[in-house]
């Protein structure tokens, strides 16, 4: 097995706050580790799986692989640390004669910071420990003594090897530098401490200061409701969010594509959510992942997005969430119902149909006409307009206070009384009503009722050109006003249903 060793920087105090103390009092670790991290799957593999087992350490453990290996994992998520392959602090100092007594000075057996903790000293193993460690006032003479020409050639070391960077961090920092042995072992993908902050070469990382415990760790999700059928299909609209979701750089790496050039680690995944009622394109990271300046990138997606859709003709409306991988997103998970009121202007046989429905504060106006075309409006302003389909739903979709909303509707045949509406608020169905021609309405007897007066009035208006005469003029007028006024076989009536399981799962 080959040698992976880490630097990491950490100050004498942190390894007392972190480590020590802990060991001493445990009740101390509900209060302090909370500052290593915001990420609950890191909180819970530093309670479980390194402090639970360090308190169970007796005295017969040896300490480099039992206490000094758990506190190189736990100040691990302190600040980023640095890796080196085949390179040690330990080789340098005992294995180059001219540099050991230079060195060797100015090290100091990690053990020496835990005095009351019991130990039977060192394992003698050469992976999965601690190593030596510098404390802070003796890395500039380290890193001096290590950066001399001739030695520095002679150790084959290089600007930005893990020691260099680390020692130079250190000094920046003001604190010491801790070495251990196999807390990541990159070439098989095992990490024993905080993945997010190991800097390396291969990685392009090693001058980013930026730490787990600095980040918001959620995943990051982005809902983009379908627009109105009108507008654009469900295909044409996804191939703009994939094109989008390939050239953005300020998001993590979409799909297969290497994410070496992007901003933000991890991976999303797009998916279409409820295409039969409300479509929604999701885009999430398939897990949560450490947002750098969580305020900042939204922002700049937002712009982004809507430039995305805006160029697209489309109207910018979407939300963007950061919610644990476990939760759903607000957005999703829940609304305010709406307090449904609905009523109808009916009107005589060749004016257009008109239905208004009443929530969360607007007035949504429907208007067919004699020509199955549809108007929406919104307040009085149209927000759609479109020609009914005997075998296509058609949505409208529109967003108003931090809502969006849906209205659809299904026309298998209008001429039969077949037109379905449905009203959702977010992905939650508030209201479904049918459209009932006002012949199916009514009793057989009202129905020839109705037929009569029609009769009569063709009869009459036959009887006008006939014998243009004023008393028969006058009964067609009379006829006229009362289809005008009772007869509404032609009428479209609107008839809330009940919203029974059915139509809930739909």
């Known amino acids: 097995m080959g040698l992976d060793t880490a630097y ?14 802990i060991v001493s009092e445990p009740s101390q670790l509900n209060e302090r580790i909370g500052r290593l991290s915001k990420s609950k799957a ?19 453990d040896p300490f480099d692989a039992g206490l000094g290996f758990a506190a190189c994992r736990i100040l691990g998520f302190l600040h980023p640390y640095f890796f ?33 903790a ?13 190593g030596l460690y510098i ?18 050639e002679s150790l084959f070391l290089s600007e930005d090897s893990g020691l260099m960077l680390a020692l130079r961090y250190a000094e920046k920092h003001q604190t010491g530098l801790l070495e251990a042995f196999d807390i990541c072992e990159p070439m098989i993908g095992n990490y024993l401490s905080s993945q997010f902050n190991l800097r390396a070469s291969f990685l392009n990382n090693v001058h980013d200061e930026l730490v787990e415990a600095d980040c918001e760790c959620s995943r990051l999700t982005i809902g983009i409701p379908v627009p109105s059928s009108s507008e654009i299909d469900m295909d044409a609209f996804g191939r703009v969010i994939y094109e989008w979701l390939q050239q953005e750089d300020q998001l993590p790496a979409f799909g297969d594509m290497p994410s070496d050039h992007r901003a933000q680690p991890g991976t999303l995944e797009m998916t279409l959510m409820f295409s039969d009622s409300t479509p929604l394109v999701v885009v999430r990271t398939t897990e949560n992942i450490f947002l750098r300046d969580r305020d900042g990138l939204i922002e700049n997606i937002r712009i982004s997005l809507s430039n995305e859709l805006e160029n697209h003709g489309l109207k910018s409306n979407f939300f963007i969430s950061t919610e644990d991988e476990s939760e759903v997103p607000a957005d999703i998970a829940s609304t305010k119902p709406c307090q449904m009121q609905s009523s109808i202007t009916p009107r005589f046989i060749v004016n257009n149909h008109k239905w208004t429905f009443r929530f969360d504060g607007m007035s949504v106006e429907m208007a067919l006409s004699l020509k199955s075309e549809m108007t929406v409006l919104m307040n009085g302003k149209p927000i759609d307009r479109y020609k009914l389909s005997r075998s296509d739903t058609h949505r409208t979709v ?10 659809s509707v299904v026309n298998e045949n209008i001429f039969s009384g077949t037109l379905g509406i449905k009203i959702h608020k977010g992905i939650f169905l508030q209201a479904y009503f049918q459209l009932l021609q006002g012949s199916n309405c009514y009793t057989k007897s009202a129905n020839l009722t109705f037929l009569s007066f029609e009769v009569l009035t063709l009869f009459f208006g036959l009887m006008v050109f006939m014998m243009p005469k004023a008393v028969v003029i006058s009964l067609l007028l009379m006829l006229l006003g009362g289809m005008y006024k009772y007869n509404k076989r032609y009428h479209y009536f609107l008839r809330q249903m009940p919203l029974d399981d059915e139509h809930l799962n739909d």
């Open 398 to 407: 529109f967003f108003s206070n931090g809502n969006w909303y849906t209205i």
């Open 84 to 116: 080196d392959r085949g390179q040690s602090l330990l080789n340098i100092a005992f294995g180059e004669p001219l540099l050991k007594d230079q060195l060797i000075k100015h090290f100091v057996p990690f053990e020496n910071l835990f005095p009351h």
């Open 118 to 130: 019991s130990h039977s000293g060192d394992s003698g193993a050469l992976n999965y420990r601690s």
């Open 135 to 152: 404390p802070e006032e003796n890395v500039k003479c380290v890193l001096q003594a290590l950066s001399e020409k001739t030695v520095f």
């Open 42 to 60: 890191s909180l819970h593999y530093l309670r479980e799986h390194i402090y639970s087992p360090m308190f169970a350490l007796e005295g017969e």
């Open 8 to 21: 990491i920087p950490v100050k004498r105090q942190d390894i007392e706050h972190f480590v020590a103390d």
